[in-house]
């Protein structure tokens, strides 16, 4: 089987979206939960369109909510392919909002979405890789193995380690384990 390459901007997706007083939570930002969807969504469209099949959420490795959102203001999610593996796909999204009153855009949230290609009988499917065209793609692509170097540490670390009380002084915390 030859394998396949698309380039990153092949499935670079973009959607925008006003923000409603029904997507605020009680403070009367735009609810996280609310971005959170909209975030999954956008990770499925980029997937979907470099894998050219249905493909699943399998983690979502950082969500940074850096700023609020208020109502009104105009999202613009984009995202793009970051990293491919045999099956699966890191999507990097950035979020922005814009006062559409003003102009002012905002960096709200960057996340990264791990994305799964899936056939018609739900087996993981092979995916194509990515053509880097830019040293921003490349730096994109090499902090995707970083992270999931770091992935597989917390894992192994959190596998194998014994937990204890330890040195909890420094930390808000009272251990009252009575077992």
């Known amino acids: 089987m030859t394998k396949s390459f698309k380039t990153v901007a092949a499935s670079q997706v973009t959607i925008s979206q006003l923000m409603l007083p029904s997507h605020t939570n009680f403070s009367g930002k735009i609810h996280g939960g609310f971005i959170l969807s ?17 493909c699943v959420t399998a983690s979502v490795d950082t969500v940074d909510f850096l700023q609020p ?20 796909m890191i999507v990097g999204i950035r979020v ?12 709200c949230n960057s996340s990264y979405f791990t994305m799964v290609a899936k056939n018609s009988d739900g087996s993981n499917a092979q995916v194509p890789g990515i053509i880097l065209s830019s040293k921003n793609e490349l730096r994109r692509f090499l902090k995707s193995i ?6 597989h540490e917390r894992h192994n ?3 194998t380690e014994e937990y204890t009380d330890g040195n909890l ?11």
């Open 38 to 54: 909209l975030l999954d969504q956008i990770a499925f469209a980029c997937a979907s369109k470099h894998s050219g099949t249905y």
């Open 69 to 88: 959102i208020e109502v009104g203001e105009l999202v613009t999610l984009k995202a793009s392919i970051n990293f491919t593996g045999n099956t699966s």
């Open 96 to 107: 922005e909002a814009e006062n559409i009153q003003t102009g002012h855009v905002k960096h």
């Open 146 to 151: 970083k992270r999931i170097e770091l992935k």
């Open 157 to 159: 670390y959190s596998a």
């Open 169 to 179: 002084d420094k930390y808000n915390v009272q251990v009252a384990i009575t077992e």
